[in-house]
């Protein structure tokens, strides 16, 4: 069975401080991998997608950045946070549907 | 505007009654997912369509790719169905996912 597991569940930041989120997805070889953001209330902004290891396409820019070190991981990063980066981050994989992992909520003070 | 519009926004239910939920496409959709997201903020499948219509239980769902909307028919709701509601459409020949508006949905006992 597929796992897909995300890091840190939860996070807290400071104004300018670095960010970095994990997904690890299981049991699956060479998936498309995808990164979302979710404003409280709001609906998914697809932000990134991977259809294979070292290539990463950006849909929207929000002074992140993101990488697929290995075939099962894929990272969303920065170096200075926003306030605007709060939110829910959440991390899919496909090779026909999508399905998602359980999210990082990061609260930027 | 919004590329992918849901209607209605927001819904109260009876349990035990019926309800649609649509998705209006303004981009060229060759996929329409529904999910379901719970309180927690965890994304459940619900269907995966091409052009066509499928049932699962008491659900059913359907996709016109040609008329541009896709529709979720919730039969005999129950306390359990509440949440929000997000279809999201695959773009024609890219690996982008634009996601609906969202339809919030109580069910009342």
């Known amino acids: 069975a597929q796992t897909i597991h995300q890091w840190p569940v939860a996070e807290i930041k400071a104004v300018g401080s670095p960010l970095s989120l994990g997904c690890t997805i299981k049991?699956?070889?060479?998936?498309?991998l995808y990164w979302y953001w979710q404003a409280t209330g709001g609906t998914l902004q697809q932000l990134f997608y991977s259809i294979t290891v070292g290539q990463v396409e950006s849909v929207v820019q929000l002074n992140l950045s993101a990488s697929r070190p290995k075939d099962d991981q894929f990272i969303l990063s920065t170096e200075k946070l926003l306030l605007s980066h709060s939110g829910f981050y959440l991390c899919?994989?496909?090779?026909?549907?999508?399905?998602f992992g359980p999210g990082t909520r990061l609260t930027v003070l | 505007g919004d590329k992918v519009k849901q209607s209605p926004s927001a819904l109260s239910l009876q349990e035990g009654t019926n309800s649609a939920l649509r998705c209006n496409f303004s981009i060229a959709a060759t996929t329409v997912q529904w999910f379901l997201q719970n309180p927690r903020g965890s994304l459940i499948n619900l269907f995966y369509l091409v052009p066509g219509t499928k049932e699962n239980g008491r659900l059913k769902s359907a996709f016109d790719s040609k008329e541009s909307y896709s529709t979720l028919h919730i039969r005999d709701a129950q306390l359990e169905d509440s949440g929000t509601y997000f279809c999201?459409?695959?773009?024609?020949?890219?690996?982008?996912?634009?996601f609906g508006t969202g339809t919030r949905l109580q069910v009342l006992p």
């Open positions: 049991g699956k070889s060479s998936p498309n």
């Open positions: 999201a459409a695959g773009v024609s020949n890219t690996n982008k996912v634009v």
């Open positions: 899919a994989w496909s090779l026909r549907e999508q399905y």
